[in-house]
């Protein structure tokens, strides 16, 4: 069993910073990729960034210079720091952990007023 746990949302004001945190915990032998993913309202859930064990991040284009994922491999934990926040990134983010299984959080509401 693998638990995925995100914290770190809230509400903030355009142009404002939120850095979000997910751990992964659990029976696995190691975490492969570790993504951030967000869903609004009536829209599909779409991928932000994604980090592998060995660093390399990949990111949507709409959050690319503002949004930097990271990643503690000892902690078994991502961050994503994001800056210059807009309305459009209003959203529930979600944490998904590759462990060879894909795992998901329950998901952390960032709101962002204009």
């Known amino acids: 069993q693998v638990q995925v746990v995100e914290s770190g949302g809230g509400l903030v004001q355009a142009g404002g910073s939120l850095r979000l945190s997910c751990t992964a915990s659990?029976?696995?032998?190691?975490?492969?990729?570790m993504g951030w993913y967000r869903q609004a309202p009536g829209k599909q859930r779409e991928l932000v960034a994604v980090?592998?064990?060995?660093?390399?991040?990949n990111y949507a284009n709409s959050v690319k210079g503002r949004f930097t994922i990271s990643r503690d491999n000892a902690k078994n934990t991502v961050y994503l720091q994001m800056n210059s926040l807009k309305p459009e990134d209003t959203a529930v983010y979600y944490c998904?952990?590759?462990?060879?299984?894909?795992?998901w959080g329950q998901g952390t509401q960032v709101t962002v007023s204009s």
């Open positions: 980090i592998t064990s060995g660093g390399t991040t």
């Open positions: 998904n952990a590759d462990v060879g299984l894909s795992y």
């Open positions: 659990g029976r696995f032998f190691r975490i492969n990729a």
